[in-house]
């Protein structure tokens, strides 16, 4: 090969080089336009997505609300129901320890009323046995007297 063949051949080759270059290099910008078109898209997405969530804040914050008031509602519902039975229950108590006692009293008062009467009846037999004993000294006394009497007289 000659050397003019060998400085075309290397020129062939550098403008190959060059233009390989210049493919790669408009490759490169092709490649980067679509990424900047795909990058501008999502960011207009992301975008949106943020404008959207931003006007649904105040639906999204009034929904919290509107929940948080509801539980609310509910517990006082519930304390409230609570409240309501647990009174019933110590009323229901209350009135069944009432009539206990008023039972008991009454009870009380019956016992005491019999134990009254017996007793009453034992103290009157009692009385009746210390009059009849005392009616007996009497007789005797009054027997004995009759006879002191008689003996002094005699």
């Known amino acids: 090969m000659t050397e003019a063949s060998k400085i075309e051949k290397a020129n062939a080759l550098a403008k ?73 229950k110590i009323e229901s108590n209350k009135s069944q320890a009432v009539a206990k006692f008023k039972d008991t009293k009454a009870q009380a008062i019956a016992k005491f009323e019999e134990l009254k009467s017996e007793s009453n009846a034992a103290v009157e037999g009692q009385m009746k046995t210390l009059r009849e004993s005392f009616d007996k000294v009497k007789s005797k006394v009054s027997r004995n007297s009759d006879e002191v009497v008689e003996t002094v007289a005699s």
């Open 16 to 88: 190959d080089v060059f233009l390989a270059n210049l493919g790669l290099a408009g490759k490169i910008f092709e490649q980067s336009q679509d990424l900047l078109k795909q990058t501008e898209a999502k960011l207009k997405e992301t975008e949106s997505k943020c404008k959207d969530a931003y006007s649904k804040r105040n639906e999204f914050f009034d929904s919290l609300v509107a929940r948080g008031e509801k539980v609310q509602n509910d517990t006082i519902a519930k304390f409230e129901e609570g409240k309501t039975e647990l009174s019933s």
